[in-house]
């Protein structure tokens, strides 16, 4: 009980101190020719940067270069941002909702909660999904809940070294409104586990289904990293050459100093700093000082880093550990495949049947986002084949025409489409897989029969 109160004490401290010292932040479009100062000062506080960093990312702002400094009780922040087209942020309603928004974040207020979809934070529940990944798994997961009349309005779905997460929120088709009912709820993540356990997994899947939103990126890297989807990383390194494009990360102590100093150089992306903090913060690690900068096509990361009970990092297994998790943590949101976009009307039913084409057409989703809004849809997805290559263009252009031309859109031309080597073969992974997905679902009572 004293160490409890004690605890109590800390925080509430902690609260006076910000209080007496609010946040102060700056946007600042004068100082750089190419990009939008963002200038945070606030009292400081374990997880900060990531939600900082977090409430950039949630305005679709690039970040360019970064400058962070929290050694001690103060934390003090430079941003380098730009919109998604790389021009400056202008706009003053805009100005004004990053300043707010950072503002109460730093200040350790209650931050509104954005919405999924349209429906505030009361009127969705939340499914999280993790567990081995397989061809087709999306497609049964959403015909599992249009059968159970729930709607799709906000989704995404990583996959990474054979597993897969996914955060989806629904409500129910009828009333607009989040499920309530416990038996119902009881029965989606009945359904919705023996989906996910069909392949007799031996690291057990996990389902939840709960009211309200979370914040869905986070929630994925968690997952994710519960999984241990991390532990391949050893393996893939290994068999391949360090000139591959996949990340480098390093971690050295500085011993003068107290501190581990972590690294990381790869290609360069959106929201690649969040998933490296996100990481840092969720490993029970604070950063002290770092600093970030990106050039053409590649970004480099540095940061000095201690344990939150203060020591640096002690072993090699633990600088291992470290290494291959912010590796993963890289590579979970890379998008391997081709890019589609389906638009659609706000209804579960043409989401439903447009991942079952997907799978009738042997293609796997490596990864997806799924968008409704205004009784519109806008889902992108990236494809490969059942083996993880490129999609065969006459297989996308059938699709295409199943589907409709205006409905489904081709969007990433960077990627190579190659035709198939199995072309004239009589043998069909699609009619394979919709065999074996169609038989899971007769026996767990979607199918009346199976042709």
Same mark, same amino acid.
């Given at each position: 009980?004293?160490?409890?109160?004690?605890?109590?004490?800390?925080?509430?401290?902690?609260?006076?101190?910000?209080?007496?010292?609010?946040?102060?932040?700056?946007?600042?479009?004068?100082?750089?020719?190419?990009?939008?100062?963002?200038?945070?000062?606030?009292?400081?506080?374990?997880?900060?940067?990531?939600?900082?960093?977090?409430?950039?990312?949630?305005?679709?702002?690039?970040?360019?270069?970064?400058?962070?400094?929290?050694?001690?009780?103060?934390?003090?922040?430079?941003?380098?941002?730009?919109?998604?087209?790389?021009?400056?942020?202008?706009?003053?309603?805009?100005?004004?909702?990053?300043?707010?928004?950072?503002?109460?974040?730093?200040?350790?207020?209650?931050?509104?909660?954005?919405?999924?979809?349209?429906?505030?934070?009361?009127?969705?529940?939340?499914?999280?999904?993790?567990?081995?990944?397989?061809?087709?798994?999306?497609?049964?997961?959403?015909?599992?809940?249009?059968?159970?009349?729930?709607?799709?309005?906000?989704?995404?779905?990583?996959?990474?070294?054979?597993?897969?997460?996914?955060?989806?929120?629904?409500?129910?088709?009828?009333?607009?409104?989040?499920?309530?009912?416990?038996?119902?709820?009881?029965?989606?993540?009945?359904?919705?586990?023996?989906?996910?356990?069909?392949?007799?997994?031996?690291?057990?899947?996990?389902?939840?289904?709960?009211?309200?939103?979370?914040?869905?990126?986070?929630?994925?890297?968690?997952?994710?990293?519960?999984?241990?989807?991390?532990?391949?990383?050893?393996?893939?390194?290994?068999?391949?050459?360090?000139?591959?494009?996949?990340?480098?990360?390093?971690?050295?102590?500085?011993?003068?100093?107290?501190?581990?100093?972590?690294?990381?150089?790869?290609?360069?992306?959106?929201?690649?700093?969040?998933?490296?903090?996100?990481?840092?913060?969720?490993?029970?690690?604070? $950063?002290?000082? !770092?600093?970030?900068? #990106?050039? *053409?096509?590649?970004?480099?990361?540095?940061? /000095? @880093?201690?344990?939150?009970? +203060?020591?640096?990092?002690?072993?090699?297994?633990?600088?291992?550990?470290?290494?291959?998790?912010?590796?993963?943590?890289?590579?979970?949101?890379?998008?391997?495949?081709?890019?589609?976009?389906?638009?659609?009307?706000?209804?579960?039913?043409?989401?439903?049947?447009?991942?079952?084409?997907?799978?009738?057409?042997?293609?796997? $989703?490596?990864? !997806?986002?799924?968008? #409704?809004? *205004?009784?519109?849809?806008?889902?992108?997805? /990236? @494809?490969?084949?059942?083996? +993880?290559?490129?999609?065969?263009?006459?297989?996308?252009?059938?699709?295409?025409?199943?589907?409709?031309?205006?409905?489904?859109?081709?969007?990433?031309?960077?990627?190579?489409?190659?035709?198939?080597?199995?072309?004239?073969?009589?043998?069909?992974?699609?009619?394979?897989?919709?065999?074996?997905?169609?038989?899971?679902?007769?026996?767990?009572?979607?199918?009346?029969?199976?042709?």
């Amino acid at each position: 009980m004293e160490w409890f109160d004690h605890i109590n004490m800390d925080d509430e401290y902690d609260k006076l101190i910000i209080r007496m010292n609010p946040p102060r932040v700056v946007i600042d479009n004068e100082a750089c020719e190419n990009a939008t100062l963002v200038k945070i000062q606030s009292a400081n506080k374990h997880g900060i940067l990531l939600e900082v960093v977090q409430v950039l990312v949630d305005f679709d702002l690039l970040i360019s270069k970064a400058y962070i400094s929290s050694d001690g009780v103060w934390f003090m922040d430079v941003f380098h941002v730009t919109d998604n087209d790389g021009n400056k942020v202008t706009d003053e309603e805009l100005i004004d909702h990053i300043q707010q928004s950072l503002r109460t974040n730093a200040a350790l207020l209650p931050c509104p909660r954005r919405s999924a979809g349209g429906h505030a934070v009361t009127e969705v529940t939340t499914i999280e999904l993790s567990g081995a990944d397989r061809p087709g798994l999306l497609s049964e997961v959403l015909a599992i809940l249009t059968d159970l009349s729930c709607n799709v309005v906000e989704a995404e779905v990583w996959t990474h070294n054979m597993r897969v997460a996914c955060v989806l929120h629904v409500t129910d088709q009828v009333k607009g409104a989040a499920i309530a009912d416990p038996e119902r709820l009881s029965k989606i993540k009945e359904l919705l586990y023996k989906v996910m356990n069909a392949d007799s997994d031996i690291k057990s899947a996990k389902t939840a289904v709960s009211t309200g939103l979370t914040h869905t990126e986070r929630r994925l890297h968690q997952m994710m990293f519960a999984d241990r989807d991390f532990e391949q990383m050893s393996k893939c390194r290994d068999e391949t050459s360090s000139d591959d494009g996949r990340p480098l990360v390093t971690v050295d102590n500085y011993e003068d100093k107290g501190y581990s100093m972590v690294s990381v150089r790869c290609r360069d992306r959106p929201k690649l700093l969040f998933d490296t903090v996100c990481t840092l913060t969720d490993m029970q690690y604070v $950063v002290f000082h !770092a600093s970030a900068d #990106s050039q *053409d096509t590649e970004a480099y990361q540095e940061y /000095y @880093v201690r344990h939150t009970d +203060g020591r640096m990092l002690n072993s090699e297994a633990e600088r291992q550990r470290l290494i291959h998790c912010l590796e993963a943590a890289i590579e979970r949101r890379v998008s391997e495949g081709m890019r589609l976009e389906l638009c659609r009307t706000d209804q579960i039913g043409p989401l439903s049947d447009a991942t079952r084409i997907f799978r009738e057409n042997g293609l796997s $989703v490596t990864r !997806a986002e799924i968008t #409704s809004r *205004d009784e519109k849809g806008v889902d992108v997805f /990236y @494809v490969t084949d059942v083996a +993880g290559n490129f999609v065969d263009s006459k297989t996308v252009e059938a699709i295409r025409q199943e589907m409709g031309k205006r409905a489904l859109q081709v969007k990433d031309g960077s990627l190579q489409v190659e035709s198939s080597p199995r072309e004239n073969s009589t043998f069909s992974y699609g009619d394979l897989l919709k065999f074996k997905s169609e038989r899971f679902l007769y026996n767990i009572g979607f199918k009346k029969s199976v042709s």
